[in-house]
C-alpha cells in the first residue's frame, strides 16, 4: 500500500449526488449501509496506521524533508494518535536542536487552523503524553545548553502552540 492511498471517510448519506435511495428506510439498505460504515471505518485506520508508521520511520531517519512531505499530503489527518508517543519520542530527542525546532514548528502549523484542529482533538493526548517526557528529558540536561534550548522549544511551541491549540474549543 502506498501511504498517499489513505482512504477518506466515505458518507453514503451524502455520497448520493443529489438523487436518493429505494428503499432507504429498508431494514436491508439499514444493514447494507452499515456495513459499508464499518469496512469504511476499518480502511481509514488502516491508512491511518501505515501512515503513522511511516511518518516514524522518517523521523528515525532524520528526513525532515520526507516528513515534512507527509504532513502537507496529511494536513488534517490525526497521524500522532496513531503513533507510539514513546518511539516518537525517541527518535525526536536524537535529531539536532535545528531539525527539532524545523520540525516541532512544522507539527504547529497542523493545529493553526480551527477545521484542522476539530479534526485532530484525538492526539491532544498524545502531545500531552510528549510533553511530559520532554519535561523528564529536560530534568536530565538541566544546567546544559541542550536543557535550555529544549525548554524552550517545549514553553513556546510544545505547550504554548501545539497543546493550547489542541484544547481551544472552537
Known sequence: MDIWEVKQQYDIDAEHYGL?????????FQQIK???EEVNQKACLEGLIHVADELLKRVK?????GIIGIFEEMASQPLFSK???NQ???AFIELKFDAMSHLLSRIENRYKFAGNRRGLQEELSFWQRFNVLLSEEIEKQKGQLSG???????????QEKIIKGLEQKD
Open 88 to 90: 516518537f519520542f525517541d
Open 61 to 65: 531517519e532524520k528526513n525532515i524533508n
Open 148 to 158: 535550555f534550548l529544549l525548554g524552550g522549544l517545549q514553553k513556546y511551541i510544545v
Open 20 to 28: 436518493g435511495y429505494c428503499e432507504e428506510d429498508s431494514e436491508e
Open 83 to 85: 503513533m507510539d508517543v
Open 34 to 36: 452499515t456495513y459499508m
